[in-house]
């Protein structure tokens, strides 16, 4: 229902229909007559003697009315006249109502304006034969590396672009009021896997609500047609807010990334979930599905549940933001674990304290040791397609799920194996080879 359109139900119509007096302004009572628990013992009865029960209102067939076109989250008498679809019953208590349509996002510095700023003077010489000579000039003059001038060269627009100035901006050291980050040492065991920890020591995330949606939870965030927009046609803001807090930003390895997605077994057993990547379900994930991602949301939630132990908050209190490449945009393969809260203050510190070196190597160890093994095995490592949608394969409860509050993809694209492997295939796991010198 994108239009979102809603009013009361029309017990006046509902009970004249019969008897065509449909302008009859007589008052209604309703009462129970308690001959069953169902909508047939729910009786309309109005003083002018016409009187029906509530039976058949869920039923298209029975109950055939237009759209008024009331739009009461807009102001009491906005309405669409020209709205010509029929209604459909809900009851009032019913979630499928009102779904809301939420963006956020991470405030970050303007790290890149001096960059952007001389792209802007040159841009319309700028071409695919040029692109590589322009990029070096331009860094040489804003004593930057050629790396962040060529991502803002081809950076990408809309909300992957979002994501991308999150990306180079989480990957970098900071000390401002809004945002304060300091890099951290790879610990010697995951320099094979990990390139790079950044401590988020304080972060602000901005949380927007879009609009909504009724009936179908699904939508793509970068279409406003998909959903029903909150603002009307001379407005320019939307209903947000801000919380603090703090959070660990892990990037791993592009090339072992890579290395390992581009493996044969891996693209066979997830083919099936990329195949229907174009479903309303995932077009709603604002993802482009692939391996990678698979693998670092089953990390994000397994580091999740391991830094619950260790730093004191409750899993319903970390949150995840996955970032992972998309379609004709730069590469990206990192997460960022974090929490916030609506105080001014925000977080005091426990979360980041897990991402010294020392730490965080004890927490990947004993992470990568528990997702080798569910408490549910054989069953949960023998799963194939399940849960909403069909589209996660190792996962479970035990394992890998998190409250809804964690999780940015509604706790789907998940797979233990991603991480271990199976039982009859470790070559599937991304920590495949992790203790192959250790002593364990």
């Known amino acids: 229902?994108?239009?979102?359109?809603?009013?009361?139900?029309?017990?006046?119509?509902?009970?004249?229909?019969?008897?065509?007096?449909?302008?009859?302004?007589?008052?209604?009572?309703?009462?129970d007559t308690g001959s069953s628990a169902g909508l047939e013992s729910i009786l309309i009865k109005c003083e002018c003697g016409a009187h029906r029960n509530l039976d058949g209102i869920f039923d298209p067939q029975k109950f055939k009315y237009q759209c008024c076109g009331e739009k009461p989250w807009l102001g009491e008498n906005e309405k669409d006249l020209?709205?010509?679809?029929?209604?459909?019953?809900?009851?009032?208590?019913?979630?499928?109502?009102?779904?809301?349509?939420?963006?956020?996002s991470i405030e970050v510095p303007q790290w890149n304006n001096l960059v952007t700023e001389e792209i802007e003077k040159v841009k319309d010489y700028i071409n695919d034969d040029n692109k590589e000579?322009?990029?070096?000039?331009?860094?040489k003059k804003c004593n930057v590396p050629i790396?962040?001038?060529?991502?803002?060269?081809?950076?990408?627009?809309?909300?992957?672009?979002?994501?991308?100035?999150?990306?180079?901006?989480?990957?970098?050291?900071?000390k401002e009021d809004i945002f304060n980050s300091s890099e951290e040492k790879v610990p010697e065991l995951l320099k094979e896997y990990v390139s790079k920890i950044v401590l988020i020591n304080k972060m602000t995330e901005v949380i927007a609500q879009l609009g909504f949606k009724r009936l179908d939870p699904n939508y793509d965030i970068t279409k406003e047609e998909t959903y029903v927009s909150f603002k009307k046609e001379q407005t320019d803001w939307l209903p947000a807010f801000e919380n603090k807090g703090e959070g660990i930003f892990i990037e791993f390895n592009e090339e072992k990334i890579k290395e390992w997605e581009l493996k044969?077994?891996?693209?066979?057993?997830?083919?099936?979930?990329?195949?229907?990547?174009?479903?309303?379900?995932?077009?709603?994930?604002?993802?482009?599905?692939?391996?990678?991602?698979?693998?670092?949301?089953?990390?994000?939630h397994a580091l999740i549940k391991e830094l619950t132990f260790e730093c004191g908050y409750s899993t319903a209190s970390i949150k995840e933001r996955i970032y992972t490449t998309y379609d004709e945009g730069m590469d990206m393969s990192g997460v960022l674990l974090y929490t916030t809260s609506s105080d001014s203050d925000g977080s005091l510190g426990g979360l980041v304290a897990q991402g010294k070196t020392d730490k965080i190597e004890v927490i990947f160890r004993r992470m990568i040791d528990k997702m080798e093994w569910c408490s549910t095995d054989p069953l949960c490592i023998e799963s194939d397609l399940h849960g909403y949608k069909n589209a996660n394969l190792s996962a479970c409860h035990a394992c890998t799920l998190l409250p809804e509050t964690s999780c940015e993809?509604?706790?789907?694209?998940?797979?233990?194996?991603?991480?271990?492997g199976t039982l009859d295939d470790l070559s599937l796991g991304f920590f495949e080879k992790f203790y192959e010198n250790e002593e364990i």
Request: proline fraction near 2%.
């Open 264 to 300: 044969k077994n891996v693209q066979e057993r997830y083919s099936n979930i990329i195949q229907r990547a174009d479903e309303g379900i995932f077009r709603s994930l604002r993802k482009t599905i692939s391996p990678r991602t698979i693998l670092i949301h089953t990390l994000a």
């Open 147 to 174: 790396e962040d001038v060529k991502d803002i060269l081809n950076k990408s627009i809309g909300w992957s672009g979002s994501l991308e100035d999150e990306y180079r901006a989480l990957r970098r050291e900071f």
């Open 82 to 104: 020209n709205c010509d679809k029929e209604v459909r019953v809900l009851q009032r208590s019913s979630s499928s109502v009102y779904y809301p349509v939420i963006a956020s």
């Open 409 to 420: 993809l509604r706790n789907i694209l998940l797979d233990r194996a991603s991480i271990r």
């Open 1 to 31: 229902m994108r239009t979102g359109h809603i009013s009361d139900f029309p017990y006046r119509d509902w009970v004249h229909e019969k008897s065509g007096n449909l302008g009859c302004k007589g008052e209604l009572k309703i009462s």
């Open 133 to 139: 000579s322009f990029a070096k000039e331009i860094a």
